[in-house]
């Protein structure tokens, strides 16, 4: 059992149970997957930071993350310097309502 969030505008309830993503959705939506075996490496963060460097070079000055309500994985989004967004993008959250929706400044 581990611990899951459940987001109300920029506050987080944490509650118990387990979570596990389904199969990737080929709608064109980017995904940032880090295998059990490879998590605590710094990988995701290397990724995490080429996804910001990239992001850059287009002109962006945001990036809207819709994160698995996961203990570890909205910890990890914070501390790459995303914060809680007040209310998710509507289609992000038709897409996702169990997510956890953060915006990093760019």
């Given at each position: 059992m581990t611990s899951l969030y459940v987001q109300h505008g920029t506050e987080l309830e944490e509650r118990r149970g387990t979570?596990?993503?389904?199969t990737w959705d080929p709608h064109?939506?980017?995904?940032?997957?880090?295998?059990r075996a490879f998590r605590g490496t710094g990988i995701g963060r290397r990724l995490?930071?080429?996804?910001d460097l990239i992001a850059?070079?287009?002109g962006a000055t945001e990036i809207v993350v819709s994160a698995t309500p996961s203990k570890n994985t909205v910890h990890f989004?914070?501390?790459?310097?995303?914060?809680?967004?007040?209310?998710?993008?509507?289609?992000l959250y038709?897409?996702?309502?169990e997510d956890v929706h953060l915006r990093k400044m760019l």
């Open positions: 979570w596990s993503a389904p064109g939506l980017a995904y940032l997957h880090v295998s995490s930071d080429e996804l850059r070079d287009t989004y914070l501390r790459c310097g995303c914060e809680l967004m007040t209310e998710a993008l509507p289609e038709e897409l996702e309502p």
